[in-house]
């Protein structure tokens, strides 16, 4: 199903230029043309059914569904029993968004016991996302029936998922699908999380121009293509992540995404690395929180959304208990998709910032990293922590200035600019930090959360450089 779609059911287990975009996809490279005439199933070779796949692929990310469709449909009538054609169909709908057509396409040949729970758990997020639950609760009960004990932690989370839709429907505040709202209007699209890529540090937006700021291109021909995803949150029920992800960030679910935000800025200022941050949004509504760890078919949806693809993934998942939190962080290699490597640390209020630097050093340790030579804004953070909380606070005010994210989203304005100010002249980039963050809330009409008093800058030709450009 779509990338994030499925983090939402599961119990624990931009455009302002092209380097930052909130839901994009991107077309495949060209394939070869669909055989007019294929073979009989028992003989239509694998590299055409492969080819017939990514043909109709094409289409759904060139926006030419009756194209996919009739693909589809031809090849459905000569290999629709195969297991693995049924869950890549499902998959590239639901990550098109086309969740309709996944129950016209697979539902009526969907075995569970012939075709294993991949397929059916794609089809049952499909009935789930179009508020179909009489189809739901029954393909639930065969998923159970199935008896595989390492799915039973996700069945329960679409369980829980359900008996929400169950009980908004007996509320009267969900329409079965197709039928009109009670106002008489038609019902309302399902909301969907939509990627939002990140892929130049998140203060540099509105200073990149200023020589020094970022790198020139990378003149390696070899880098690697990296990602950073938003941090899981485990311990938490599918129901009480929506709800929380509804309300105004607080500290912990910004961490989720300012981490990555660094780890991806420390990556780009590396000659070897072409990195992003991998966030997720719902709708243009509020963000999203993930209440389990990404799975591979989630790492295979983004590498599939990337237009150049990714060599490695870096996903990761917290968990606070007793006043600590604990962190996985998990380095993918995506050639094989295998786990290559795992970073633990823990952390109270009092260790937090040794902690998280260390992990931070960890990771750039045994991925080799080394500096462009020179760059600006390499320095370690005084607090690892506070970096990393500005850099989440940064990224809610960039969404909220593009209109990709409510204002009413941006936690504590005055506390997020106070928390910057206080380490603007620890470096150029805090000073970078500090100087767009508060450019932006006076964009946004947020001029009274600026400090009373001009903080201390760091004094170079370059933070004297960036000012201007600000203020011109």
Known sequence: MGFFDRFISKKNDTAPAPAAAVGKSVAPEPVHPVPAAPAPVESTPALTIKSQLLAANAKLQARDLPAAMAIYEELLRVAGDRADVLVTIS?????????????????????????????????????????????????????????????????????????????????????????????????AEPKTINLCSISRPIWSYGIENVPGVVPPPKQNPRFRRIAFGQISILGIEPSEAIGKSKQPEDELSRFTRGFPLWLSETFYYSPDYNPIAALALMAKDHYAIFPVEWSKSNIEQLVASSPDGLDYVFTGALRQKDGATEILVRLWEVKKLRERKQFRAAWT???????????????????????????????????????????????????????????????APSDALAQAAGHAANSERETFAYLTLAARAQHLGLSDSLPATPPALASTPLTAQAKQALES
């Open 91 to 187: 998959a590239d709908l639901g990550t098109a968004g086309h969740i309709p057509q996944i129950v016209e396409l697979v539902a009526p040949r969907y075995d569970a016991e012939r075709h294993g729970p991949a397929t059916g758990i794609n089809l049952l997020q499909a009935y789930l996302a179009t508020h179909n639950t009489t189809a739901a609760q029954h393909l639930l009960d065969i998923l159970f029936a199935l008896q595989h004990p390492e799915l039973e932690e996700r069945l329960y989370g679409f369980s829980n998922a359900l008996a929400e839709l169950i009980e908004a429907e007996r509320r009267g505040e969900l329409s079965p699908p197709g039928a009109s709202a009670p106002d008489g209007k038609p019902a």
């Open 349 to 411: 209020a009092a260790t937090a910032d040794a902690e998280i630097a260390k992990l931070h050093e960890q990771i750039c340790l045994f991925m080799e990293w080394r500096e462009e030579p020179g760059a600006p804004a390499c320095t370690p953070p005084a607090s690892a922590y506070a970096w990393c909380q500005t850099l989440g606070a940064s990224l809610s005010f960039f969404l909220a200035e593009k209109d990709a994210l409510p204002l009413s989203h941006v936690t």
